[in-house]
T-cell receptor, first 115, second 111 residues
């Protein structure tokens, strides 16, 4: 089975801190994604990557950056955490057959609280 | 940008009753996917629909894709307590675009 592993299940940070959320997948998938999930708002795409060192902005990239130095690892960075970034962060990956049409495999999520 | 609306936001049923959630897109979709998220869990892929008017079944779950490829539904017959969770639709307006998720329908089933 595909495994998408997020480094922390729960994380508490202070306003202004730099925060790194790590995600690793073990199935050689080309595409990786970062979503945030908030009650009543569903899943919103922050950033995605379809290849090593490639990144594309999603719907809500403001306040975030990403890094993909290796195919299996996709990191989400909060340069200066703010309270409105308190959320559940979900990483996902998918293979590609030439188009971004494949299903997503999600990690277990990181619940980030910014105080 | 593309919007995917999902209703209802929440539904509480008695075990054995049927349940339906509806998804509507502001644009024509190339395909639509459905995911289930159990309480405390992460979204898990259920199915993908690609063809106009397509109907697929998985045991008690029936998925439909509209003729115009702008709407979809998930129907559960005779709900069970194991059906509890939030169901998300996610649409794509071309093979090369990312998924846009609906806000989900939370289903609660009482025994």
């Amino acid at each position: 089975d595909v495994k998408v592993t997020q480094s922390s299940r729960y994380l508490v940070k202070r306003t202004g801190e730099k925060v790194f959320l790590e995600c690793v997948q073990d199935m050689d998938h080309e595409n990786m994604f970062w979503y945030r999930q908030d009650p009543g708002l569903g899943l919103r795409l922050i950033y995605f990557s379809y290849d090593v060192k490639m990144k594309e902005k999603g719907d809500i990239p403001e306040g975030y950056s990403v890094s993909r130095e290796k195919k299996e690892r996709f990191s989400l960075i909060l340069e200066s955490a703010s309270t409105n970034q308190t959320s559940m962060y979900l990483c996902a990956s998918s293979p590609t057959t030439g188009v971004l049409s494949e299903k997503l495999f999600f990690g277990s999520g990181t619940q980030l609280s910014v105080l | 940008g593309q919007q995917v609306m999902q209703i209802p936001q929440y539904q509480h049923v008695q075990e054995g009753e049927d349940f339906t959630t509806y998804c509507n897109s502001s644009t024509t979709l190339s395909n639509i996917q459905w995911y289930k998220q159990r309480p405390g869990g992460h979204p898990v892929f259920l199915i993908q629909l690609v063809k106009s008017g397509e109907v697929k079944k998985q045991k008690r779950l029936t998925f439909q894709f509209g003729e115009a490829k702008k709407n979809s539904s998930l129907h559960i017959t005779a709900t069970q307590t194991t059906d509890v969770g939030t169901y998300f639709c996610a649409g794509r307006n071309s093979g090369y675009s990312t998924l846009t998720f609906g806000k989900g329908t939370m289903l609660l089933v009482s025994p």
